[in-house]
């Protein structure tokens, strides 16, 4: 018993650890003829995967749809099922949601890639880098990353969650790989993109991603000049107003800002 609890335990921080959201259901009580004791635990995964028992059976199947909706919705819940499956039986279910810190994923590893990962670890992400230029991406220069990889983002996406928790800044030299990063982004439920750059560069940048097939809608989703105008210079003030349109969107949904077209 006691080892499969460790494995439920342990599975759980994996994935959140990994930035995958999992769901812990927990009978809470058990009337009648009821296949499980209070306290037994089943792991579920946004993708219907389990570790853990709560009966099997159809009140087992139930739950594990119950689990996936209040992952989906990122609230936990008490559940009740009443059946006679199992010649009558009632259990109650507590799940809980267990969401990993939110990820900022930074693409390109200079001086302002190197800020915003050290504010966005102060303020609590899972900080990922990914650069093109291996020697860059060092634990030396991101001692506070979680996950630092070498390549173009269509090669790395496996490694990197990009859901609806996940936050993006494009701060590439010359907007070189820009064009191929948004057209993955485009295909996946971001929360944020923000590119670095004056309008001319941007249009550039645009245009070659409109010419590989990235859309319009998702290009209008894109905030650029990236982060809040607060006329800063520094790589560490760019940094900061990075974070800080990051925070307002996450905080408040906003979509749209009003924006200077330089820093």
Not at 18 to 35: I, K, N, W
Not at 45 to 58: C, F, L, N, S
Not at 114 to 141: F, K
């Amino acid at each position: 018993m006691r080892d499969r609890e460790e494995a439920i335990y342990q599975a759980a921080l994996d994935a959140v650890r990994c930035g995958q959201p999992v769901a812990l259901v927990t009978v809470v009580e058990a009337l009648g003829a009821a296949p499980r004791e209070p306290g037994a635990k089943m792991l579920v995964h946004a993708d219907g995967r389990t570790v853990g028992t709560v009966g099997g059976g159809a009140s087992e199947a139930w739950a594990i749809d119950q689990a996936r909706d209040a992952l989906t919705e990122g609230c936990p819940r008490l559940l009740e099922r009443t059946t006679d499956e199992v010649c009558g039986s009632t259990m109650r279910f507590f799940v809980d949601v267990l969401l990993p810190p939110p990820t900022l994923l930074i693409v390109g590893a200079g001086h302002i890639g190197q800020a915003v990962a050290s504010i966005g670890a102060w303020l609590g992400y899972r900080i990922v880098v990914l650069d093109q230029r291996e020697e860059l991406v060092s634990t030396d220069r991101f001692p506070d990353a979680d996950v630092r990889l070498s390549g173009p983002l269509d090669e790395e996406s496996g490694a990197v969650p990009l859901t609806d928790r996940t936050y993006v800044v494009l701060v590439t030299p010359h907007h070189s790989p820009d064009e191929q990063a948004m057209s993955v982004l485009a295909k996946h439920p971001v929360a944020y993109v923000g590119l670095l750059g004056s309008s001319r560069r941007t249009e550039a940048t645009f245009a070659r991603a409109r010419e590989i097939g990235v859309s319009e809608t998702f290009l209008e989703q894109v905030h650029t000049p990236i982060g809040l105008d607060i006329h800063a210079e520094t790589p560490r003030e760019i940094a900061l107003s990075i974070l800080a349109e990051i925070t307002a969107v996450r905080r408040v949904g906003m979509q749209s800002m009003e924006k200077s077209d330089g820093r």
